[in-house]
């Protein structure tokens, strides 16, 4: 089990940030200022959370007392450039407050698979044209896991175009790791040590993108009590990762190539502008030279982000990566649920190769953590994982039906009760018929609070589903 650490001085956030993460089977300490931090042995956390304000020492000074633990800053949105001189002080990343909590806990899980997954990452060595030579190469610097051929292609492209300041446009089907591929690259990079800014194109409203993105003055517009900086600006000096980008609006998309034609930027409702040195990588799962030719994307805009284009395969074209990768985040989902850890039924690996995962690698990951909720031993199989087969099996494939139906034989009556319980948590018919019918009449906002999960969550489930947002600017 993870152990955290919360330095934070508001008892009420404290205790509230404690049950979030106790419920999500992480092991948590308090503290309420550095000096009572010193007090435990910091050695012993997978990850520090600490508020930026604190009585005393601010809280960049976990950073040095827990070198090399990652720290996680947690801070007002008021105080952005904060934030960013604090990741530049060594801080892991940081997270604005108030904090949504699938926020709060993809970032937590983020941090601590990347701070304790590089070895295991690095063992997903690869298998091309080196391998005949008796090699196995080292792709620990990159920090991806896949050993296909394709997946060893985009590696040397990775370490071509990190060393220099391109623009790079990543092009995949949703979920299948284009921030991962984005990190690669910053990390990889001269700017490695100054912070990497990500921006979901697609969760931010469109009536608030280019204030969150470029920042404001005071009295910009109803609700701008003061100015302040946009995330452009705060990834000065460092890498800025656009994320869908082909749903940023048109006149964002205006701001932005300034940005790249001059270097420079000007805050909504100023008549100044300011010099900015960022290294842009976009990433999209549309064709965004087809949206530049019909007016949805700007074409210009488009030749300026497509000086280097990295294609990523999608899960089902990269061969027996998927088993790979099905290893590493099945014994990881045991880590972070205390289980001992679990192994595929030679079924379950057979019906792993022969399904297509439309989803990649994020459809994989909740079938795994679906599975290893409701598993009761340590065997995980095909209806474990809740994949349809028979709908993406070949007769002539190996895995036939009667090899992978094996599992299904003669069910035990403990896993008759566990299929039960896997039909009772299957949400996913009632969220596409529920989006279906509500999105004509309902903001993106309202349909979120009415099916409680966050802005974010809700636009990863559309993508997921094949369920695109109605825009409010398509009105002909």
């Not at 990834?235 to 940023?248: K, P, Q, R, S, V």
């Not at 379950?348 to 297509?356: E, G, H, M, P, S």
């Not at 094996?406 to 018929?433: C, G, H, I, K, W």
Request: glycine share 6%; proline share 4%.
């Amino acid at each position: 089990m993870h152990h955290i650490l919360i330095v934070e001085d508001e008892p009420i956030i404290r205790s509230a940030l404690r049950r979030l993460l106790e419920r999500h089977n992480y092991q948590v300490s308090e503290a309420g200022s550095v000096q009572d931090a010193q007090q435990h042995n910091l050695g012993s956390f997978d990850l520090i959370i600490s508020d930026l304000r604190l009585p005393g020492e601010p809280g960049t000074e976990m950073i040095k007392l827990a070198e090399p633990k990652p720290v996680l800053i947690m801070t007002s949105y008021a105080s952005l450039r904060s934030a960013v001189d604090s990741m530049r002080l060594g801080a892991i990343d940081y997270i604005a407050k108030p904090f949504d909590h699938d926020e709060m806990l993809e970032t937590v899980a983020r941090i601590i698979e990347e701070h304790q997954g590089s070895q295991a990452d690095a063992l997903a060595a690869a298998q091309d044209s080196t391998a005949e030579r008796g090699e196995t190469p080292d792709n620990s610097d990159i920090g991806i896991i896949g050993s296909s051929a394709s997946m060893q292609a985009l590696y040397g492209k990775i370490r071509k175009v990190a060393p220099t300041d391109s623009n790079v446009l990543i092009q995949g089907e949703s979920g299948t790791g284009k921030e991962l591929v984005a990190r690669a690259i910053h990390n990889l990079s001269k700017r490695s040590s100054a912070p990497m800014i990500s921006v979901n194109c697609a969760a931010i409203p469109e009536t608030l993108i280019e204030s969150e993105l470029f920042g404001h003055e005071k009295g910009a517009f109803t609700g701008a009590v003061s100015a302040r900086a946009g995330l452009v600006e705060a990834a000065h000096g460092g890498t800025l990762f656009l994320d869908e980008i082909g749903e940023l609006p048109l006149e964002a998309q205006a701001r932005l190539l300034r940005v790249l034609q001059e270097g420079e930027i000007r805050r909504v409702g100023s008549v100044q502008s300011q010099k900015v040195d960022v290294r842009l990588v976009a990433a999209t799962h549309r064709d965004l030279k087809s949206l530049s030719q019909t007016g949805g994307f700007r074409e210009d805009l488009y030749y300026r982000l497509h000086v280097i284009a990295l294609n990523l395969p999608a899960l089902r074209d990269r061969g027996t990566d998927v088993l790979e990768i099905a290893e590493a985040l099945l014994e990881r989902q045991c880590q972070s649920m205390n289980k001992e850890p679990m192994q595929f039924t030679e079924a379950a690996k057979q019906a792993l190769q022969v399904y297509n995962w439309p989803g990649n690698v994020r459809e994989l990951e909740n079938a795994l953590e679906r599975a290893v909720i409701l598993c009761e031993g340590t065997q995980i199989t095909t209806e474990l994982m809740g994949i349809d087969i028979n709908l993406t099996a070949d007769e002539n494939s190996p895995a036939s039906s009667a090899q992978i139906e094996s599992d299904t034989a003669e069910p035990s009556p403990s896993q008759t009760t566990t299929e039960a319980v896997s039909n009772e948590l299957s949400l996913e018919d009632y969220f596409q018929r529920f989006v279906l019918e509500h999105q004509d009449q309902m903001t993106e906002t309202d349909l979120a609070r009415k099916l409680g999960i966050s802005r974010k969550c809700l636009w990863e489930r559309r993508q997921r589903f094949g369920i695109p947002r109605r825009k409010t600017t398509d009105k002909k």
